[in-house]
């Protein structure tokens, strides 16, 4: 993927035409997959017009509603749901968000908040209100909507309003509640027209946590509630990082060569605090742990990571480790995902036909983040229409079969009536895109295959992600 297919996304862009200077988006974000997709279009079909070439302005606009919050007092205080209303958020934030991003320890914070903490403490009460926006995405009550409009888009922001500024600049050293705000914040804009502003946000709450030490390992220190709370909130960021910068095309905020933090402990909530201390943070050994998704997916992303690192500017890294560099790094990579999948735990091991229950919807996010990691690994490398291929990889077909698996874990989730937070959709855009350049590949080969299912699968991811346009 050449630097000429870059630039060539200025036309073909997410920004406003009108908007000076304009946002960057990279060689690894899925607008230049979607620039080469449509390249190969023109190629098979000719430079026919393409129907949809303006944003549609209800996922782009800054709303009336949101620009108060750029106008917002962070010293005034603080208003809560009310108290039925505050306890069913919080319940929806940990039956939806809680297994699948580990930020926040359920018992401890659920004590705080009984004891009303939340109000007497600024910081505790910005996540408070971070975590009603996210459940909020879960709920029908019409209190969650600003006064102004009943829009589905706006579900959260009377409790994300007040809370939408992640100060910088601060006298007081960086707290856990201010990493836990930049986490939750992140996840929060991501389902939000204003989803550009999580690359910021991560990148903040990463400074943060540098600034504290948090990233180093933690030699002799006891392992205690809050020091899991910080390990645990560094390695969503780091993540989210990934994600983020992967989908935008842009650096990370940090990468694994700056941090040597041990992965978050594999044992859940309810077994971190015991009367006994020696009995402290032990998972049962017959009970197999929730925590096992994260702790797999941060392993994951790690890979992810990497391939985004090594292999964004191949040119460079020929220069400095001579010919084949390429092959090598894809060969390693490989080899490090199938690593990956042989240390999947029994219980987070994928079976479409399970009884639906919290590990089987874990499975499926693990899954589909697999595949969408062997698409991250091979995307550079998928040749045009009239190119030969650019390693002895057949790049494009591990793409496409990733892609079709992807669509299959889709259909599982459907099946189990699974709403996946805005935050899990990218593998499903990446998917349909890989099997539209197969589809238009395809007309190239000297024995044209039939795509009829790839176009269905395109179809499939469409409507799928369409039942997340009203939230």
Known sequence: MNDGLAKSVQSFTLNDKNESPQRHFGKSSNLVLMRMAVDMKKEVMGDQPIPIVNRRPEFWTVYPWQRQ???????????????????????????????????????????????????????????????????????????????????????????????????????????????????????YLKGTSMFHSTWEVIGLGIRFAQEMGVHRKQKGQPMTVQNELWRRTFWVLLGLDVLVSIDFGRPRATTDDDFDLELPIDCDDEYWENDDPARAFIQPPDTPSASSFFVCYAKLLEIAGLAHRMLLHIGKKVIAFGPNWDYKVVTELNSALNQWMSCIPDHLKWDPNREDGLFHRQSCILYCFYHWTQIQIHKQFIPRSNEPLMLKFPSLAICTHASRSVIRVLEVIERLNFEVLPNFTAPVHVAAIVLLMNIWRNQYSVVPQDTSKDMDDVRHSLKATANYEKK
Do not use: M
């Open 69 to 187: 919050i750029l106008r917002h007092d962070q010293q005034d205080s603080l208003r809560f749901p009310a108290h039925d209303l505050l306890w069913a958020l919080i319940d929806l934030y940990f039956i939806h968000v809680h297994p699948f991003f580990p930020i926040l320890h359920r018992p401890t914070f659920i004590r705080a908040v009984s004891d009303h903490l939340h109000v007497r403490d600024h910081g505790l009460g910005k996540v408070v209100l971070c975590v009603c926006a996210i459940g909020s995405r879960f709920s029908q009550d019409p209190r969650n909507h600003p006064e102004s409009t009943t829009s589905e888009n706006s579900l959260g922001w009377p409790w994300y309003q007040q809370v939408s500024q992640v100060e910088a600049i601060d006298v007081e050293l960086p707290t856990l509640y201010k990493l836990q705000h930049c986490c939750l914040s992140a996840i």
